[in-house]
């Protein structure tokens, strides 16, 4: 099993939504770095929900990844803001995984936590400007994660 690290804005889709939902399509993926990194998931892998662009942004809880190789449907639909008029249904140029809800945090483990804790060699989230929304975790970092997740009360 493999540890991710997934970003996404909560009024665009947060934790909430996905507790909601029980699963999701990960789509709209329109980096290339991201794209591959999704394509080496594995059915089991988790992935921590990290909540971007709201104050304070932080991880939130934790996913499974439950499918893989799915091709993103957006990039077809013209109405879509991830529509990609170069990608073709015989030739799609981007995936998508489903996600299943596993669990919220107690407390947001927020980014300036992250960053008092891990260089951005063992969390690469940390760096700063970092946009990529989709980053590989080590085992040792996911532990560490795993078990600020547990230790911080709630709020």
Request: hydrophobic share 35%; glycine share 6%; with cysteine.
């Amino acid at each position: 099993m493999a540890f991710w690290l997934m970003k996404s804005e909560p009024d665009v889709y947060g934790i909430d939504h996905l507790q909601r939902d029980g699963t999701t399509l990960w789509d709209g993926i329109r980096n290339y770095q991201a794209r591959n990194f999704m394509r080496t998931m594995a059915v089991g892998d988790q992935a921590f929900f990290y909540h971007s662009n709201t104050k304070p942004p932080g991880i939130v809880g934790l996913m499974e990844v439950m499918e893989t190789g799915l091709t993103d449907p957006s990039q077809f639909d013209p109405t879509s803001k991830y529509h990609d008029p170069r990608s073709k249904p015989e030739a799609p140029r981007w995936d998508c995984v489903r996600l299943r809800y596993l669990r919220h945090f107690p407390t947001l483990i927020t980014l300036d936590q992250l960053r008092g804790r891990f260089s951005v060699e063992e969390l690469p989230v940390v760096r700063q400007g970092n946009r990529l929304s989709i980053l590989p975790v080590s085992d040792s970092s996911a532990a560490i994660l795993l078990e600020l997740a547990t230790s911080q009360t709630p709020c």
